[in-house]
């Protein structure tokens, strides 16, 4: 057990997965002027029930 | 590539190619900085254990990633429907302010109707198809909003695909009509409200001159009162607010609990535009936001903002963090008359006009170009450690910014960062809360 470093649950950036895109565009949303994606949930179907 | 920060109290280590984040003691935190000069040397072996168990799970130091070839061509999965390029306010820092007084500027049930076939024969069996109905005002084509969102309906399940429209409106014609009309078919609405009275009222005006914020106010309140389905209260800042986290609790103060704010898209000439001396206010009020928010968790004045949300678990891709904003690839601005440009902020500038919604895309060589700008191909990326939250940012603004849309928004690009600090600091604080 870490005792001096906390390492938060990320999901890990992996080159061979993802790509599918059935996640929102990136403008698609609050802003309009600006570009921001990782808010943006992962919706393939195959990576969601993974993680589950 | 690690980014090292201290905010609130946390010293915070961002892993740029795994997108790990780890919360570090004093200690940890200093020795993490010297590793990256010295490696293990000096550190005590306690530490120096913690950090190389990290390395090896590859979770710190991580090598880059090998370079990823983006795509060079899309499928279109969005829309952005700019239904009426008229309006019934006059927003002094519109950037969609084409030929507001002419009200004839609104798209037909027709040009719609051909948008939305164009979208479904370009979308390459995607599922998942987004629409956002923008303007000008969009509720003032209302009866074309409702036929398009029907005729939508009616593609679904033919074509397999599932459409989910957003509406982004000034508010001043919000109904219950409307508001019904939206919980049943609108997955998100974007509301404009710039804060407080002052603030809004400064540029968000009548065509007479006059503020809209008390004509709109009480309209927002009931809408969202009653919205079932999600929403922003979303405003602007420019460099006459400065101070803008106060605009912000008083969105929140009104009942609002969903909120997103922007910076001016602003020519540098213009007075209310932000500049570069403007940004150690500008990330004390970044910071301010953040930790007001982090004393509001788990209260009933909690309040969620746009930028500091990240989905950290599930967020997206590896693919999805360098294809930049997806204009004139997966999105689409349609004009009234039909004219595809690569994003709202591009349309009207005729040297950026796509095709048009029955031809289909017909200058190719702009495609092409908006195909290639995205992380890889903005130098000012590549050594940049929020490069993976961006994805390349926003193409409208490296043009109006260097004149290329393969440059970078320097501006823009610094309070991307600063809001990603604070994000991360926030979002570990939820988690430990």
């Known amino acids: 057990m870490s005792q001096h470093i906390k390492t938060l649950k990320t999901r890990e950036l992996c080159e061979n997965e993802g790509g599918c895109g059935e996640c929102r565009t990136s403008c698609q949303s609050a802003c309009k002027t600006s570009c921001g994606v990782s808010n943006q949930p992962c919706e393939n179907p195959e990576t969601t029930e993974k993680a589950a | 590539m690690v980014h090292c920060y201290q905010l609130g109290g946390s010293g915070i280590v961002l892993d740029v190619n795994s997108g790990s984040i780890h919360i570090c003691d004093e200690e940890s935190y200093r020795a993490i900085e010297a590793w990256e000069r010295n490696g293990s040397e000096g550190i005590e072996a306690e530490i120096a254990r913690e950090i190389e168990a990290l390395i090896s799970a590859g979770k710190l130091f991580s090598p880059e990633h090998s370079r990823l070839s983006p795509a060079d061509d899309y499928d279109v999965k969005a829309l952005c429907l700019n239904v009426a390029h008229c309006c019934n306010l006059r927003c002094a820092y519109c950037f969609t302010g084409h030929n507001l007084n002419d009200d004839t500027q609104l798209m037909s ?53 599932r459409f989910r429209f957003t509406l982004t409106t000034n508010g001043l014609l919000l109904t219950d009509d409307v ?72 969105m929140s103060e009104l009942g609002f609990r969903h909120l997103a704010l922007e910076p001016v898209v602003a020519s540098p000439d213009s007075p209310y535009s ?40 599930n967020g997206p891709c590896l693919h999805k963090r360098c294809a930049g904003c997806g204009a004139g690839t997966e999105y689409y601005c349609v004009t009234p008359d039909g004219t595809l440009y690569p994003c709202h902020q591009f349309a009207g500038e005729a040297e950026f006009a796509a095709g048009n919604v029955r ?75």
Not at chain 2, 131 to 157: C, H, I, M, Q, S
Not at chain 2, 191 to 201: K, P, Q, W, Y
Not at chain 2, 274 to 285: G, I, M
Request: aromatic share 12%; charged share 25%.
């Open chain 2, 109 to 161: 049930f027709e040009t719609g109707k051909a948008a939305l076939d164009f979208l479904v024969a370009n979308c390459g069996g995607h599922r998942n198809l987004e629409v956002d109905f923008f303007g000008g005002e969009p509720l003032l084509n209302l009866d074309v909003v409702k036929r398009l969102v029907a005729y939508a309906r009616t593609l679904e399940a033919e074509h397999n695909v």
């Open chain 2, 179 to 250: 508001t019904e009309f939206c919980n049943a078919e609108f997955d998100n609405v974007v509301l404009s409200l710039d804060g407080r009275e002052a603030t809004h009222n400064r540029f968000r005006k009548f065509p007479g001159g006059s503020g809209s914020y008390s004509a709109v106010v009480g309209k927002m309140q009931r809408f969202t009162a009653l919205r079932k389905g999600g929403y922003y209260i979303r405003g602007t800042y420019t460099r006459d607010n400065l101070d803008f986290t106060a605009d912000i609790l008083a």
């Open chain 2, 274 to 313: 932000l500049r570069e001396e403007d940004l150690p206010l500008l990330f004390a009020e970044y910071e301010k936001l953040a930790f007001e928010m982090a004393a509001r968790i788990g209260g009933t004045e909690e309040f969620t903002f746009y930028h500091y949300s990240l989905d950290l678990e």
């Open chain 2, 359 to 433: 031809d289909g895309i017909t200058n190719r060589t702009l495609t092409e170009k908006f195909a290639k700008a995205n992380l890889f191909s903005r130098s000012d990326c590549a050594e940049c450690w929020a490069k993976f939250y961006c994805a390349g940012g926003c193409s409208a603004n490296a043009y109006h910014a260097s004149g290329s849309i393969d440059g970078t928004y320097g501006l823009g690009c610094e309070l991307f960062r600063k809001r990603m600090e604070c994000a991360i600091w926030l979002t570990a604080n939820t988690a430990s809360a």
